[in-house]
Antibody, heavy 123, light 110 residues
């Protein structure tokens, strides 16, 4: 079965960077995009961007351009999201998500999600 | 301020029917598929309706999505206590070149 397993919680200081990993298993990884979505405390879901697992081509949401870098390592079927110049309002739960051959056919539909990684930014 | 507009809250009593709305524009809801998610605290979001009105296997037929023009809706009939959660709509936005989510609707079962 499809599984997305994310790295553990992180505590960072303002100005630092964080790199969250998402290990995928149970499907043909190279055929699909891996998306990253976050939820700040008391806020809604926010799409950060995606990476094509096959080509490595990325697309980022405008507000994260210049601060986010999404990469993947196909040999270990793991996607990464690195966010730099962290601010207190980057405190959030970060999710990886994909449709991975499920029923979803549109770019905003994600059948499978990681368990979430809490990133806390505090001085 | 979310690109897709949802009412912040909705409520109903067990057995009732509740509708959650999602208002967008021609660049998102009006021209792309709308998907609905249920999000319970501490868990990952779950798709309840995809491609405007399709229901994934395993999702009760009490949940139904629809779309008309630049608005979409998620109807929940036969409300149950376990339906208490946050609900989000999502779509691709052609102008922003990004996925946009609604602000979320917190459903309370009274």
């Amino acid at each position: 079965q499809v599984q997305l397993v994310q790295s553990g919680a992180e505590v960072k200081k303002p100005g630092a960077s964080v790199k969250v990993s998402c290990k995928a298993s149970g499907y043909t990884f190279t055929g699909y995009n891996m998306n990253w979505v976050r939820q700040a405390p008391g806020q809604g879901l926010e799409w950060m961007g995606r990476i094509n697992f096959n080509t490595g081509v990325t697309k980022y949401a405008q507000r994260f351009q210049g601060r986010v870098t999404m990469t993947r390592d196909t040999t270990i079927t793991t996607a990464y999201m690195e966010l730099s110049w962290l601010r207190s309002d980057d405190t959030a739960v970060y999710y990886c998500a994909t449709n991975a051959g499920g029923y979803c056919t549109s770019t905003s539909c994600y059948t499978y999600w990681g368990q979430g990684t809490l990133v806390t930014v505090s001085s | 301020q979310s690109v897709l507009t949802q009412s912040p809250s909705a409520s109903g009593t067990p057995g009732q029917r509740v509708t959650i709305s999602c208002s967008g524009s021609t660049s998102n809801v009006g021209s792309n598929a709308v998907n609905w998610y249920q999000h319970l605290p501490g868990t990952a979001p779950k798709v309840l309706s995809y491609s405007n009105n399709q229901r994934p296997s395993g999702v009760p037929d009490r949940f139904s999505g629809s779309k008309s023009g630049t608005s979409a809706s998620l109807a929940i009939s036969g409300l149950q206590s376990e339906d208490e959660a946050d609900y989000y709509c999502a779509a691709w936005d052609d102008s922003l070149n990004a996925v946009v989510f609604g602000g979320g609707t917190k459903l309370t079962v009274l």
